[in-house]
Nanobody, 120 residues
């Protein structure tokens, strides 16, 4: 499985970005998919995850601002990010998981990351 993340960029606080993740090779149908982010000097953290059945979980700080979705037929996943804040800055990674988890060790396929920079 190869995951390709795209859509990052520079945006002012309050703005929006839409991240996309495309999978090639084996599909991600039947697997947990998630977005993680890593800010400079910090550990990688779960932003949002979505199970194959459509159950969704967000980290508290993005709840109500970010929306995760997936299209199993197209092997794509998106993260709509609204009302962005400077603290949302980081490299965003899409990942396919073995099981639902907030731990990076439970995700065995990763995209290359796309940089999101939110200026104040």
């Amino acid at each position: 499985v190869q995951l390709q993340a795209s859509g990052g960029g520079l945006v002012q606080a309050g703005g929006s970005l839409r991240l996309s993740c495309a999978a090639s090779g084996r599909t991600f149908s039947g697997h947990v998919m998630a977005w993680f982010r890593q800010a400079p000097g910090k550990e990688r953290e779960l932003v949002a995850g979505i199970t194959s059945g459509g159950s969704i979980k967000y980290r508290d700080s993005v709840e109500g601002r970010f929306t995760i979705s997936r299209d199993n037929a197209k092997n794509t996943m998106t993260l709509q990010m609204n009302s962005l804040k400077p603290e949302d800055t980081g490299v965003y990674f899409c990942a396919r998981g073995i099981q639902w988890s907030e731990q990076t060790n439970d995700y065995n396929y990763w995209g290359q990351g796309t940089l999101v920079t939110v200026s104040s």
